[in-house]
């Protein structure tokens, strides 16, 4: 999933994934929590970099890594609170052979008075053939250590729309250690289909940084339980590096 975005619209490392697509990256992704830090003041658009790799993709509740690790890499584009991303990550989805999952978004974030900040943008997300593909819209608000979204798509993996709401939260420990947490509930809209049946996500974790580099693991946690390769192992290890 993208990253949730502050104050002129740079990326605020919350611990989340994504997702999401989530989950752009999501997301908002697990492996790709910490992105590099425009200036306050910009001449022009920035343009940031993180190459990341995780244990297992894992995606609102599911894995698109079948157990495997998946190295991913971003880019996002940053012109003072317009702000575009790209994402590519390695899956093996419904027992196919490893391929690229290819993610777009763009959006807008704008600071306000109380210190808050909204956003709302749109991403698109294949993981291959077309049975795979979807576009969502999103909104969100975030603050110091809390940020929320709420997603929807008219056709989830071409079946049944869909919302998705998340929260995501950091709390820093000592020096660079943080806790982190993300809570995400998925629902259908209309008649559920298997794909997109209700269930809910969460994650909890340590986050270490240094410099452009940061390290997490998590325990993932997914209601109702899933079954086979669809299931996410309950730990996940990951590290991403920003340019």
Not at 37 to 63: F, H, T
């Amino acid at each position: 999933m993208p990253p949730h975005r502050h104050a002129e619209g740079k990326p605020q490392s919350l611990g989340a994934a994504h997702a999401g697509a989530g989950g752009l990256l999501p997301c908002a992704l697990a492996a790709l929590m910490c992105a590099p830090q425009p200036a306050q003041a910009q001449a022009g658009p920035e343009i940031g970099v993180v190459a990341a790799v995780s244990s297992e993709y894992v995606a609102r509740g599911m894995s698109l890594s079948h157990g495997r690790a998946s190295p991913q890499l971003r880019l996002d584009l940053d012109a003072g609170g317009w702000y575009a991303g790209a994402q590519v990550a390695r899956v093996r989805y419904d027992y196919t052979a490893p391929g690229p999952q290819l993610l777009a978004y763009g959006g807008y974030a704008e600071k306000l008075p109380s210190g808050l900040s909204w956003e709302a943008g749109a991403l698109w997300s294949t993981l291959g053939g077309s049975a795979y593909r979807y576009h969502e819209v999103y909104a969100g608000l975030a603050g110091d250590r809390l940020a929320g979204r709420l997603y929807y798509s008219p056709s989830y993996y071409g079946d049944a729309p869909t919302i998705y709401a998340e929260l995501n939260g950091s709390q820093p420990l000592r020096g660079a250690l943080a806790l982190v947490g993300h809570v995400g509930l998925l629902r259908p809209l209309g008649s559920a289909v298997d794909e997109a049946r209700s269930r809910i996500d969460l994650r909890a974790g340590l986050s270490l940084g240094s410099g452009n580099w940061n390290v997490q693991l998590a325990l993932l946690a997914s209601l109702p339980r899933r079954h086979g390769s669809e299931a996410p192992r309950a730990l996940q290890l990951s590290a991403s590096y920003g340019f």
